[in-house]
């Protein structure tokens, strides 16, 4: 059964919300800042879309879910930030074929697995050719512990079957710093639409 993400939100039912963008997203800004047109898609509270802000020219979150980009706007912009409520899977042209980098983080690993596929269309579909996509996914998501991590966990291998006929993978690494209690259990990429 799909999750209802804008239920979830209603009820305040959000472990994936921290409060602050992804440690390891920032620790890669540090030393390659991000620049042109980034999509954030499920950017929930938007802490991500803002830190990328700090770079990138334009960044545009998107949410399924109309509470999350209402708290997303709810916080002061950082740079040429903006959100809207969008489905990744169904994109308006507008948001087609236009971005440098798609930011991934969590949406990969929280969407049924036999939605993958389809995933990895529609983010090559939102890129410009040679376009960029940074990620963290989750080799092991913690269902031993349910509030630390998304429901679906993937190996590095599933990885390289679902990117590699669209995707050059460019660098790959198990970032330095996690929310607490996701340490070592996130796995960072860069990958280039080829």
């Known amino acids: 059964m799909p999750t209802d993400w804008e239920a979830n939100y209603q009820r305040n039912e959000t472990p994936w919300e921290k409060g602050a963008p992804s440690p390891g997203l920032v620790d890669f800004l540090r030393t390659e800042p991000v620049r042109g047109r980034v999509l954030v898609p499920g950017c929930g509270f938007g802490h991500d879309a803002r830190a990328l802000a700090a770079t990138a020219d334009e960044v545009v979150g998107i949410d399924i879910a109309p509470s999350a980009v209402k708290g997303a706007r709810a916080f ?38 036999a939605m993958r ?8 579909g939102a890129l410009r050719p040679g376009g960029h996509l940074l990620a963290v996914f989750y080799l ?14 993937v190996s590095q291998a599933e990885l390289d079957a679902f990117f590699s006929p669209r995707f050059t993978l460019l660098r790959e ?9 996701r340490e070592g259990r996130e796995w960072m990429r860069v990958l280039r639409l080829s």
């Open 76 to 113: 002061p912009n950082v740079g040429g930030e903006r959100y809207e409520a969008a489905d990744l899977f169904a994109l308006p042209p507008r948001l087609r074929g236009c971005f440098d980098w798609v930011w991934e983080h969590t949406c990969f690993c929280a969407i049924d697995p």
């Open 140 to 153: 092991d998501p913690g269902h031993d512990h349910p509030d630390e991590g998304p429901p679906f966990g």
């Open 117 to 124: 596929e389809a995933y990895v269309a529609a983010v090559a």
């Open 173 to 181: 690494w198990l970032p330095q710093k996690a929310y607490p209690g």
